[in-house]
């Protein structure tokens, strides 16, 4: 069992350290679209990632339609503050990919509009909160995935 975590333009190296770690730990993919908000060298995004950088299976895409173009029929969920399904709701399957949009706009609006049937948001119970922290959700959905796959 395990996933496809795609992180479509992600700007935080911290996030996107963690999340790598995160996919190690799960037994996920990570998949990155560019443009990235720092270097891939760069040594926030080692640090998050720990000494398991080196350890992580990551595909790196030019663009979302080159992302799109190599991975073609394959089961796609995307995940957006603007969802309208709730992200336990999804028939969760192996080799599944979780599609997430950068820290500060989340996916791009036409991506959500193209695909509302595949939008799934993580409900947040206070007015206070727009969006959770990309890691901290990227780690809800993996985990709701094993565990719905493990109960099948």
């Known amino acids: 069992m395990a996933f496809n975590i795609v992180l479509f333009e992600p700007e935080i190296p911290m996030n996107t350290g963690n999340i790598g770690r995160l996919s190690l ?3 996920s993919k990570l998949h990155l679209v560019k443009p990235f908000g720092f270097e891939i060298n760069d ?3 080692k640090r998050a990632g720990l000494d398991y950088w080196k350890h992580i299976t990551l ?3 030019e663009s ?3 992302f799109y173009e190599k991975n073609k029929g394959k089961h796609f969920a995307y995940f957006s503050s603007h969802g ?3 992200y336990c709701a999804i028939d969760y399957k192996d080799d599944m990919f ?3 949009g950068k820290e500060s706009v989340g996916l791009p609006e036409n991506i959500v509009a193209e695909n509302a049937d595949l939008v799934y948001n993580i ?6 909160i727009r969006s959770l922290n990309l890691a901290n959700a990227v ?4 985990y709701e995935g094993i565990r719905n796959i493990k109960a099948q």
């Open 43 to 45: 040594t926030r995004l």
């Open 84 to 86: 309208t399904h709730d």
């Open 139 to 142: 780690s809800i959905v993996v």
């Open 25 to 27: 730990a799960s037994g």
């Open 123 to 128: 409900p947040i119970y206070s007015p206070h």
């Open 59 to 61: 595909f790196i895409y």
């Open 64 to 66: 979302i339609d080159d």
């Open 98 to 100: 979780l599609i997430f």
